[in-house]
């Protein structure tokens, strides 16, 4: 039997209007870099449209994952869920390789910026409206089990966290300490790249077949035995084939 959480809709909805709003903050921010010239306004954009295309790949994923089983898909198309969460995860990867290679780059060319006062309403308004996708995606229900809407709550924590990174450099440089960014930047861009270390991880594991925790394990064989009619449960064998779990 496969046992299934409803989370798929939920999910597609976050990850299409969270896309939305990353291609808004892509366009906006572009133009900010090319007005004033600012690296941060132009990692904020990249940031931005690496997220539309993750979150893109993930509505796409969830639809499939919902399609009912068919001849050629007999146990459904539940992986194709983590199979999107982890594209997301090769996604924090990148942006946390590009944010720690900005910073350094930045460092060693030791380049003052001189900020611009209309750029920090946008990188404000982007940690709010990221704050609440990860606050959405956690409230959710289902969102403990979902690989998507996990994926989209490290997606949006990271984000929160580089336009806050964003804010406290405006900040800085307005206070006569340009470098202090990209000082703040390099350990962000370990925290944002082991993200998605952990979330590949987790991911791998739906696709190969793992067994849930020995805890829900206990938890299945208690339900079992618990059944009308059911002397004892002596022996069960679980295991994952994508957000679902065959019992």
């Keep these: 039997m496969a046992v299934n959480d409803p989370h798929g809709r939920q999910a597609r909805r976050l990850s299409l209007l969270t896309a939305a709003g990353s291609a808004v903050f892509t366009v906006v921010l572009f133009i900010g870099h090319w007005l004033s010239g600012s690296d941060l306004a132009l990692a904020q954009a990249a940031d931005s449209l690496l997220d539309g295309v993750a979150l893109g790949v993930l ?99 990271n984000d929160v966290a580089t336009s806050l990174l964003a804010v406290g450099g405006y900040f800085a440089a307005r206070s006569g300490y340009p470098q202090m960014d990209a000082v703040l930047a390099v350990p962000l861009a370990l925290w944002i790249f082991y993200s998605g270390i952990s979330l590949a991880s987790e991911n791998i594991h739906l696709l190969m077949g793992a067994a849930p925790p020995i805890r829900r394990q206990e938890e299945l064989t208690r339900l079992v ?10 022996h069960l064998r679980a295991h994952y084939l994508g957000a679902a779990l065959f019992v």
Excluded: M, N
């Design 225 to 234: 035995q618990g059944l009308p009619g059911v002397i004892d449960a002596h």
């Design 59 to 157: 509505a796409w994923t969830v639809r499939v994952a919902r399609i009912p089983a068919d001849e050629d898909h007999p146990f459904g198309h539940t992986p194709a869920e983590p199979i999107g969460a982890l594209v997301t995860a090769v996604f924090a990867g990148v942006l946390g390789f590009e944010v720690g290679r900005s910073a350094v780059g930045s460092l060693l060319a030791a380049e003052p910026w001189e900020p611009v006062p209309w750029l920090l309403p946008l990188f404000g308004a982007k940690a709010v409206f990221k704050l609440g996708v990860f606050a959405a995606a956690r409230r959710t229900p289902g969102s403990t089990k979902s690989p998507a809407l996990r994926a989209l709550a490290v997606d949006a924590r």
